[in-house]
C-alpha cells in the first residue's frame, strides 16, 4: 500500500513533468467553476503576501511560504556567502557560486560564509581552482556526495585581506578580457558560418562573383 507523505511544494515542483489523477471512488464531487475559482484565489493571496513589483522573474520562482520554510530543510543564506552544491549529476558536485541576495536552500548545497579574514571572491576563485580536489573528496565522477565536514576541511591559503582583494580583482578583469575576446571570436565565427552558406549558394546557381564576405576584412579568409 502506497503511503501518503505531506511535503511543502513549489508551484513549480507541482506542475512540471507530473500527472495527477483521482480514484473513482475518491471522487465525491467534480471540479467545477467555484472550486477552481477558490484554489486560484488561495494562490493568489498566498503569493501576493511574498511579491513586490521591483523582483525579477528569476526572483518570484524561488518563493517559498513561511510554513513551507519552517517545514523545510532550508536555510537563509546572507548575500555575498558562497554556496557549494555537495551532490548532483554530471559536473555539478564540487561547484561552487556566490549568491548576491538573501535566499535559501536546502541541504543539497553547503554554506560558507566568509569572515573578516578572508575576501569572498578570491575564496571563490580558490575554490573553483580546486574544484577537481574537490570532487576527489567525493568519490570524484561516482555517486558519492562531499558533506560539510569535508569542505570544512579544505586547506585555505589566506594572504593579506589587501592582497586578496587584489588578486580577486585582477581575476575578474582577465575574466571580462576574455570573456569579451570569445563573444567577439564567436559573433566572427557566426558571420564566416553565413558567408560559407551564402557562397555556397551564390556558386551552385551562377552568381558567385556577387557573393561577399561579411567579414570585415574579406582577405583574411578563403575565398
Known amino acids: 500500500m502506497k503511503k501518503i507523505l505531506g511535503a511543502p511544494k513549489s508551484i513549480r515542483e507541482l506542475f512540471t513533468g507530473v500527472k495527477y489523477s483521482i480514484h473513482y471512488y475518491q471522487r465525491e464531487y467534480q471540479w467545477q467553476r467555484k472550486q477552481i475559482e477558490e484554489l486560484v484565489e488561495d494562490l493568489t493571496?498566498?503569493?501576493l503576501e511574498y511579491y513586490a513589483e521591483t523582483h525579477e522573474r528569476n526572483e518570484v520562482e524561488k518563493y517559498i511560504t513561511e510554513e513551507a520554510f519552517?517545514?523545510?530543510s532550508a536555510k537563509w543564506i546572507p548575500p555575498k556567502s558562497l554556496v557549494i552544491a555537495l551532490a548532483g549529476q554530471?559536473?555539478?558536485?564540487g561547484m561552487v557560486a556566490q549568491v548576491q541576495f538573501e535566499t535559501t536552500c536546502n541541504q543539497s548545497l553547503g554554506v560558507?560564509?566568509?569572515n573578516d579574514k578572508i575576501?569572498?571572491?578570491f575564496l571563490q576563485y580558490w575554490l573553483k581552482n580546486n574544484y577537481l580536489n574537490i570532487r576527489s573528496l567525493g568519490g570524484g565522477d561516482?555517486?558519492?556526495g562531499l558533506n560539510l565536514v569535508m569542505i570544512g576541511g579544505i586547506p585555505i591559503p589566506i594572504p593579506l585581506f589587501n592582497e586578496q582583494v587584489l588578486i580577486a580583482n585582477f581575476l575578474d578583469n582577465k575574466n571580462f578580457e576574455f570573456d569579451t575576446f570569445i563573444q567577439k571570436s564567436q559573433q566572427e565565427?557566426?558571420?564566416l558560418k553565413e558567408y560559407k552558406t551564402a557562397l555556397i549558394s551564390e556558386v551552385v546557381t551562377g552568381n558567385a562573383a556577387h557573393a561577399k564576405c561579411p567579414a570585415?576584412?574579406?582577405n583574411d579568409y578563403p575565398a
Do not use: C, H, W
Open 216 to 218: 570585415q576584412n574579406a
Open 189 to 191: 565565427i557566426e558571420l
Open 90 to 93: 554530471g559536473k555539478t558536485k
Open 70 to 72: 519552517n517545514k523545510s
Open 119 to 121: 575576501y569572498n571572491r
Open 142 to 144: 561516482k555517486g558519492d
Open 112 to 114: 560558507i560564509v566568509p
Open 45 to 47: 493571496g498566498e503569493f
